[in-house]
């Protein structure tokens, strides 16, 4: 959490000063992600289930917004990202059977 910190606060200061909902909302996703970074270095199948789905969800999003939004030379690029942002899905189901589900607290 606090190597993302780190990399993250210098520009969002630069942006300007942040408000009480904007540092909440950062801190949730800093905790978040810290705790299925965490799932994921001990092979929980819910981690794997998060990391697959945002990455997959993201994947779509700019695969269908660059198809009725970025010009033609641009959307082929937009549209290998996207492919390759759905690459944890396949990840997460060709592994599936060695993912552990989950133990004490889940972790």
């Known amino acids: 959490?606090?190597?993302?910190m780190y990399l993250?606060?210098?520009r969002l200061m630069a942006?300007?000063?942040l408000t009480r909902a904007d540092i909440i909302r950062l801190f949730t996703f800093y905790f978040l992600t810290t705790v299925v970074g965490a799932g994921l270095l001990f092979s929980r199948r819910w981690a794997a289930v998060m990391m697959s789905a945002?990455?997959?969800i993201w994947g779509l999003w700019l695969i269908i917004g660059s198809i009725?939004?970025?010009?033609?030379p641009f959307?082929?690029?937009?549209?290998?990202?996207?492919?390759?942002?759905m690459a944890p899905l396949l990840v997460t189901i060709a592994f599936w059977a060695s993912l552990r589900s989950g133990g004490r607290f889940y972790l």
């Open 8 to 10: 993250t606060w210098p």
């Open 68 to 72: 009725l939004e970025v010009p033609f």
């Open 54 to 56: 945002a990455t997959t």
């Open 1 to 4: 959490m606090a190597i993302m």
């Open 75 to 85: 959307l082929l690029i937009n549209i290998s990202i996207g492919i390759v942002a």
């Open 15 to 17: 942006e300007g000063p």
